[in-house]
């Protein structure tokens, strides 16, 4: 979509740090989380229409299971998002080993909770052309959802995990051919005339309150002038130390706060702080360049 010149709004559902980093990095935007288990029905839908109004088009991506969620009722589910923020939702059925099959599946969703909406269906792991057919002409006969694209099997689709997930975004800049050739592959094999057709015809969600507009971080790099009117806090943000959430960072600016960008990897000076904040992420990756460093170390003996 982006591709497409479209501004595009990523969201992410539930606590997660590294998909978001790649959707910030694929959208030029950064992705917000919608966790049903930190924030009420009106924090999530205050957080989506704040940062999704002034998009094209807005994105949530799920996680797990459409249904899946800590409890019997789906608690913390991405179907339990879709019903808050009242989105239509697309089906992504992987097809692996399976063609009449798949219309069972479809209208299994479909019917299992009237309150989830699904707008169509997208087709993952289709083996060939035949296999593709009988899947599309199965799905038109008994289900009452289009079929929005088919993406083929295939490694080259593919980004290595780690254990926590995905190796995350900014770690390894050769993983972006990936994401350039899944974009290419998107554009190829899905109907984005349809899909964006869907979003734009969709009701928009209202909210009886006015949302203030999105804040925007400043970020200040060390030897910039400094004002001594704000409490100034250090923020590493690295390859070693990249897990943060935006809304956190922007709390600080909303209370007075000016944020300095700092790594903890490279041998720069420490600028004058107040307070620093070392959010999570993967140091054990990046021990040797963490123990060649001189930042912390100087921070430790001078703080």
Known sequence: MTAMGLKVQPFKKGPDFIDPSWLTKVAGAT???????????????????????????????????????????GSGSAAEI????????????????????????????????????????????????????????SIAEYCDVPVL???????????????????????N?????????????????????????????????VEEKDIPGAVNINWHMPGQAEDNKQPTIGVVRDRSFSFYYPENLEALVEAGARLVDISAIANQRLPKIDGLYIGGGFPEVLAADLEATTVLDSTLKTR
């Open 31 to 73: 992705c917000r989380n919608l966790d049903s288990y930190l924030m009420d029905h009106k924090a999530i839908r205050h957080t989506f229409i704040r940062h999704a109004r002034e998009a094209d088009v807005a994105v949530v991506e799920g996680a797990m299971g459409l249904f899946d969620g800590v409890d019997l009722a």
């Open 149 to 171: 694209g088919a993406m083929p099997k295939g490694t080259k689709f593919s980004i290595p995990d780690r254990h926590l997930g995905l190796i995350p975004a900014g770690e």
């Open 173 to 205: 800049d050769e993983l972006m051919t990936a994401v350039g050739e899944i974009g290419q592959a998107a554009a190829k094999y899905l109907d984005m005339a349809a899909i964006l057709k869907i979003a734009r015809e969709w009701p928009a969600l």
């Open 82 to 137: 879709a019903k808050i923020v009242e989105t239509p939702v697309l089906l992504v059925v992987d097809c692996t080993r399976m063609t009449r099959s798949a219309a069972a599946m479809v209208n299994g969703f479909v019917n299992f909770d009237k309150g989830v909406k699904i707008a169509g269906v997208i087709l993952n792991k289709v083996a060939r052309a035949r296999h593709e057919r009988m899947l599309r002409t």
